[in-house]
């Protein structure tokens, strides 16, 4: 989205508000839900690990937190209303101020490179558990381990 020129109408610019702005609530809900869950210390791994995995979570989740407040100040702070797929309209409540707009841009932008570098590390460190730790890890992601009735795993 970052090299798509401001000046001209583009469909992908609209696709991309809609899809936000039609997932905002559950986004949300999914960031209260991570924070809410602890981040087990698993065998083997050191404190320094634990801590880095935690640490890159957070960061993740702050970055996510941050764009769902910079895009629709973005769009806003323009003066324009957010469209939802033509299907409805979420008004501006400020109108135009252009120096707000152009500080969210800023963090919106700066925002989704932190995402990208910290889903890569994320990534890369999956698979360090899978193809060198071989442990659970990789497969925790993909399946919830199961709970017995007093609630440990």
């Known amino acids: ?84 797929f033509g299907w409805f309209a979420i008004p501006s409540p400020t109108g135009e101020i252009t120096w707000v707009n152009e500080v969210a841009h800023q963090l919106h932008g700066s925002c989704a490179d932190v995402i990208v570098i910290a889903f890569l590390i994320h990534v890369g460190s999956a698979f360090k558990h899978l193809m060198f730790n071989n442990d659970e890890t990789f497969i925790r992601m993909l399946v919830a381990p199961k709970r017995n009735k007093s609630g440990s795993e």
């Open 1 to 84: 989205m970052q090299g798509i020129p401001e000046d001209a109408p583009n469909p992908l610019v609209d696709i991309h508000i809609s899809i936000a702005a039609s997932t905002w609530l559950l986004i949300w809900i999914r960031i209260g839900w991570r924070m809410k869950t602890v981040h087990p210390l698993l065998n083997g791994q050191t404190r320094f690990a634990h801590y880095s995995a935690k640490l890159l979570h957070y960061v993740l989740l702050a970055a996510i937190a941050v764009m769902l407040i910079s895009g629709p100040t973005m769009v806003w702070t323009a003066g324009y209303p957010i469209e939802v």
